[in-house]
């Protein structure tokens, strides 16, 4: 048999609502708590108990127990945690967690992809004029194929320095 709600009443009406408790009555609480009852149990009280809880306090509790738990622990802590989050907010904690690249870091993004695109652009135009001037390989790659790779390299080009359709101006 467990705990009763005459029992637990009993206990509730013996506390003062305007007398703070001392830590070592907090402790023997906690501690009297863990001890006796079931994790279940436990677990079940501790969630029925900040169900009336301001949310400051549910985060500072929350925050005190991840703070307690080991390294691994708390890093799959936050993964669950986060995993439990709406997309937008998601997003906006990985920004605040990540940061944004600075303009340095853009810029070298920026170069390396024109860069590369220029260097498909050139080496597909070498090939173009390399097999003007050969006799089809069979089996080799067809010069419409090379012309396509050209034709969307200068598309791509053209659209990074073109405005937006959709950009008012």
Do not use: H
């Amino acid at each position: 048999m467990g705990i009763d709600k005459d029992e637990v009443q009993s206990f509730l009406d013996r506390l003062d609502a305007n007398r703070s408790v001392d830590d070592d009555a907090r402790k023997l609480l906690g501690s009297g708590l863990f001890s006796k009852l079931p994790s279940t149990d436990l677990k079940s009280l501790i969630g029925s108990m900040t169900i009336e809880m301001p949310t400051s306090d549910k985060a500072d509790i929350a925050q005190r127990a991840v703070g307690q738990l080991p390294d691994k622990d708390k890093a799959d802590m936050v993964k669950k945690t986060i995993d439990n989050l709406p997309e937008a907010e998601r997003k906006s904690v990985a920004s605040a967690v990540l940061g944004n690249p600075d303009g340095a870091t853009l810029d070298f993004l920026w170069k390396v992809i024109v860069a590369s695109f220029c260097v498909v652009l050139l080496g597909t135009v070498a090939a173009l004029i390399l097999s003007m001037y050969r006799s089809p390989v069979v089996g080799g790659a067809k010069p419409e194929l090379i012309l396509a790779i050209v034709t969307t390299v200068i598309g791509f080009l053209a659209g990074l320095v073109s405005p937006s359709p959709v950009q008012k101006s």
